[in-house]
């Protein structure tokens, strides 16, 4: 059964530090990965989405990368703002069986002090 | 419209009563998902439909959930008989095609049982 962990659970850092969050999932079998940000009461907006066959992707200050032979997925976060602060889920898409079944992480709340 | 489209916002609602929360996804997505997050909790994945085919509805909890897709277009979830460990954010997504690809969520509809 696929697992998604996210360390840490929680971050603060000051701003304009550069971070990096983490993701791990237990079954490399996927089609793709994806990090979103979740604001307090919002949805979920999609950051950046990675296919299994790519090793990274980037927008703007953002950049994830994926290990997926070692089950691990980064995002790093550069020159943080306090526009930054949010929950960040990562999740799996598994490589059978259903294509709608997207497989979360718990998050990391990430909250940038000016 | 321009994005998904969730009612209601918020829904407080007696134990053993029947609710029916709303997606619209966006204009012209052949795929739409709902996902229930609970406090503390990861996304849920619940049920998945794809454009005329038969929907994915391995992630309903109990035969007290259903959904269905009118038209290819907007779903309605329903729980029967609500209890208490019903309440969370139910979360609607829809994505063009039926290929890995980007998810674009609602707002969500928070339920509370009291």
């Known amino acids: 059964k696929q697992e998604v962990t996210q360390i840490p659970a929680a971050l603060s850092v000051p701003e304009g530090e550069n971070l990096v969050l983490n993701c791990s999932f237990t079954d490399s079998a996927i089609y793709n990965l994806q990090w979103f940000r979740q604001d307090p009461g919002k949805g979920l907006t999609s950051l950046l989405l990675i296919q299994s066959s790519q090793r990274e992707q980037t927008s703007g200050r953002l950049n994830a990368s994926l290990d997926k032979s070692s089950g691990r997925s980064t995002l790093y976060i550069a020159a943080s703002q306090p526009g930054d602060s949010a929950t960040y889920l990562c999740?799996?898409?598994?490589?059978?069986?259903?294509?709608?079944?997207?497989?979360f992480g718990k998050g990391t709340k990430l909250s940038v002090k000016p | 419209g321009a994005g998904v489209s969730q009612s209601p916002s918020n829904k407080v609602t007696e134990k053993g009563k029947d609710v029916e929360l709303r997606c619209d996804p966006i204009s012209g997505h052949t795929a739409l998902y709902w996902y229930r997050q609970s406090l503390g909790q990861g996304l849920e994945f619940l049920i998945y439909?794809?454009?005329?085919?038969?929907?994915?509805k391995s992630g309903l909890p109990s035969d007290r959930f259903s959904a269905e897709r009118t038209g290819g277009s907007v779903s309605t979830l329903t729980i029967q008989r609500t209890q208490q460990e019903d309440s969370a954010v139910y979360l609607c997504?829809?994505?063009?095609?039926?290929?890995?690809?980007?998810?674009?969520f609602g707002e969500g509809s928070r339920l509370t049982v009291l």
């Open positions: 997504a829809s994505s063009l095609g039926a290929g890995p690809g980007v998810l674009f």
């Open positions: 439909f794809q454009g005329n085919s038969a929907p994915d």
């Open positions: 999740a799996v898409r598994p490589g059978g069986g259903s294509q709608g079944n997207l497989i």
